[in-house]
């Protein structure tokens, strides 16, 4: 059982008269993302994975839908990063929530205190834990009979939407329930210009990690530029 502890710059919400659809907009139009003006950036680029360690850049193209890794000649390790900073921009995108969600319906499968456990039917179905505006867990079926948790363990709080700094990925089979993997994950990130730029990731393949000793993947990025066209 993942126990979530009161976000310390949380928004106190009364969700019992709210409908799912309510709780779950209002949560997901609370989440950072990058607006129309985002312009794409470059950054250095430093990883280490399996006791090996390389460097080169990356540039990220302000649509969104192309970036680079350049100068990282291991390959595993450029493939590493290329998916991580994959990540992180799909989870930067600003994408309506109608485009997404609605047209899935939402039923309130249970409320405890301040958090509602809500269930989301149609063709990219999910189930959601919610709590003061933040998307505590989202539970979905992958394929390969796999399903993923993600649990939101800490965030940050922006001017324009909260940042998830620490998560735990949970991989399992959906027909046995038989763990498959368990990743820890820590982000750190930087304001440059207007925008919230990843800077540092750190991901421990363990669900209690010790956070003071060497992460299994660690990736940095530095020396931030906006501005990219490629």
Known sequence: MVGYPKLAQSDETNINNQSATDILKDAYNNR?????????????V?????????KGSIEVKSSIKKLKVKNVEN???????RGQIM??????????????????TLVIKNIESTTASIEEKGKDGALYKIKDRVILQVDRSMPNNMTVTV???????????YLAS????????????ELIQEAYSIDDHEKVG?????NSRRIYLSKVP?????????IKFDNFKLGVDF
């Open 32 to 44: 950072y993302v990058w607006n129309k003006d985002f312009p794409g950036y470059t950054a250095n």
């Open 46 to 54: 430093s990883a280490t994975y399996n006791n090996q360690e390389d």
């Open 75 to 81: 390959s595993e390790i450029a493939d590493l990063i």
């Open 87 to 104: 990540m992180e921009v799909n989870h930067r995108q600003s994408i309506p929530y109608e485009q997404l969600h609605g047209q899935n």
């Open 151 to 161: 649990d939101t363990l800490e965030t940050n709080k922006t001017s324009d939407g």
């Open 166 to 177: 620490e998560y735990l990925s949970t991989l399992k089979n959906i027909n046995t329930n």
């Open 194 to 198: 207007n925008f919230y730029l990843l």
């Open 210 to 218: 010790d956070k003071n000793s060497q992460a299994d993947i660690s």
